[in-house]
Nanobody
Framework: QVQLVESGGGLVQAGGSLRLSCAAS????????MGWYRQAPEKQREAVAT???????NYADSVKGRFTISLDNAKNTVYLQMNNLKPEDTGVYYC??????????WGQGTQVTVSS
């Protein structure tokens, strides 16, 4: 089992920045990738940024150049640095851990609201 605890959401004006954190604990050795996903009201959950254990990153086109995913191995914590935020970035952001085998693990979600 892997437990994920997110933090760092909040309310920010357009053009501002936030950093989300996701601390992983438990059987973290089985994680092959981690990612951030978001769900806006009345929309499906979408992938925002992912990072494999080898360091390969992928970003949604809508956040490229603005968001950065990073990992602190010593703290088992993955971050999402979000710059130049836009109102369309508003949503609940979820951290996920993808094991090589088995079901993905999800955090509880943290709200990000960007005002115009």
């Amino acid at each position: 089992q892997v437990q994920l605890v997110e933090s760092g959401g909040g309310l920010v004006q357009a053009g501002g920045s936030l950093r989300l954190s996701c601390a992983a604990s438990g059987s973290t050795y089985q994680i092959s990738a981690m990612g951030w996903y978001r769900q806006a009201p009345e929309k499906q959950r979408e992938a925002v940024a992912t990072r494999t254990s080898a360091g390969t990153t992928n970003y949604a086109d809508s956040v490229k150049g603005r968001f950065t995913i990073s990992l602190d191995n010593a703290k088992n914590t993955v971050y999402l640095q979000m710059n130049n935020l836009k109102p369309e970035d508003t949503g609940v952001y979820y951290c996920a851990a993808h094991p090589q085998f088995g079901t993905n693990y999800w955090g509880q979600g943290t709200q990000v609201t960007v005002s115009s």
